[in-house]
T-cell receptor, first 113, second 114 residues
């Protein structure tokens, strides 16, 4: 089954404790992206990747890191999480063409205390 | 550059009533347009998309949207709302000019009353 898998589904952590949210897709997609969703602000793009070893900043990259060492994986790293990074995070992927739909993961609800 | 505006962060309708969710876009090249739906506690999934074929696009669950170039709009409609349509709806645009970075609107929450 074609899917984007995110883990964990829920995560509670404390300020400053490094964490990684994993994202994996099984559709051989070139494009992968991370979004955060906050009430009233919709989806905001954090980072995206056009292919292996090619990543770029989205609209709200501060405080986040990503890597794309393999085509299927695109982890999101928070080196020193802060409370303002409490949010619902989504990973998405697609073929690299403007008319292709995005496939979304189920989301990761992160709370930073 | 491209952008999307969704009018109304919340839309409330009665069951059986017409659903109309508004989306206006700007794009310097012919756009590709999408509507995604997010049911509670789930990720987004594609409802329908416009890719320069027919201007009236039919999607899943009885939804449809019409591309109107003169109005730069891509409004989503459904003739008769069902309780199960309660969800968050996102309009998105990407361009046909080769730079594929989709832009999302802020979303509209559809509330359906019995």
């Amino acid at each position: 089954e074609a899917q984007v898998t995110q883990n964990p589904r829920y995560l509670i952590t404390v300020t400053g404790k490094k964490l990684t949210v994993t994202c994996s897709q099984n559709m051989n997609h070139e494009y992968m992206s991370w979004y955060r969703q906050d009430p009233g602000l919709g989806l905001r793009q954090i980072y995206y990747s056009m292919n292996v070893e090619v990543t770029d900043k989205g609209d709200v990259p501060e405080g986040y890191k990503v890597s794309r060492k393999e085509k299927r994986n695109f982890p999101l790293i928070l080196e020193s999480p802060s409370p303002n990074q409490t949010s619902l995070y989504f990973c998405a992927s697609s073929f690299l063409s403007g008319n292709e739909k995005l496939f979304f993961g189920s989301g990761t609800q992160l709370s930073v205390l | 550059a491209q952008s999307v505006t969704q009018l109304g962060s919340h839309v409330s309708v009665s069951e059986g009533a017409l659903v109309l969710l508004r989306c206006n876009y700007s794009s310097s090249v012919p756009p590709y347009l999408f509507w995604y739906v997010q049911y509670p506690n789930q990720g987004l999934q594609l409802l329908l998309k416009y890719t320069s074929a027919a201007t009236l696009v039919k999607g899943i669950n009885g939804f449809e949207a019409e591309f109107k170039k003169s109005e730069t709009s891509f409004h989503l409609t459904k003739p008769s709302a069902h309780m199960s349509d309660a969800a968050e709806y996102f309009c998105a645009v990407s361009d046909s000019g080769g730079s594929y970075i989709p832009t999302f609107g802020r979303g509209t929450s559809l509330i359906v009353h019995p």
